[in-house]
């Protein structure tokens, strides 16, 4: 998946299996679960998410970004959510991330703004060449 889809994304950690592993399966703070969208064999998206105190964050909306896909999977985690008495659902991003009109249709809304910023030597880079989700936070 990380193969198919990354490169379409602009500048993206690579999400490889050992990646996720690491970053998720092996926090040493907290319990991270995740949902996938397969069609047969083929991953076509998958959630990270974690959960505290009847909130949920997701760390990790990644894959097809077909709106069906991405539809489906947040409905299907939000259900499970729901089925958990979480009450809270947010999915940081950046402003310009392609996804926010579809989350915005699914009923999420913008909150608060926090600047990002990087740094890459060769020349200066945009939010809109950029992919980057909570779980690629360092703090």
Not at 90 to 98: A, T
Request: charged share 20%; proline share 3%.
């Amino acid at each position: 998946l990380a193969d198919r889809i990354g490169s379409s994304l602009g500048f993206c950690t690579v999400r490889s299996a050992e990646y996720l592993n690491w970053r998720y399966w092996q926090h040493p703070h907290l319990n991270y679960e995740f949902i996938a969208a397969r069609l047969g064999k083929e991953l076509l998206a998958y959630c990270t998410f974690t959960t505290s105190d009847g909130n949920a964050i997701i760390a990790e909306l990644f894959g097809s970004m077909g709106d069906r896909v991405m539809t489906s999977l947040l409905q299907k985690l939000v259900a499970l959510l729901r089925s958990r008495g979480v009450a809270t659902v947010s999915l940081p991003v950046l402003s310009s991330d392609p996804r926010t009109r579809l989350l915005r249709k699914l009923g999420f809304w913008s909150r608060e703004t926090l600047p990002v910023m990087g740094f890459r030597r060769e020349s200066t880079v945009s939010c809109s060449q950029m992919f980057l989700m909570h779980g690629d936070r360092e703090s």
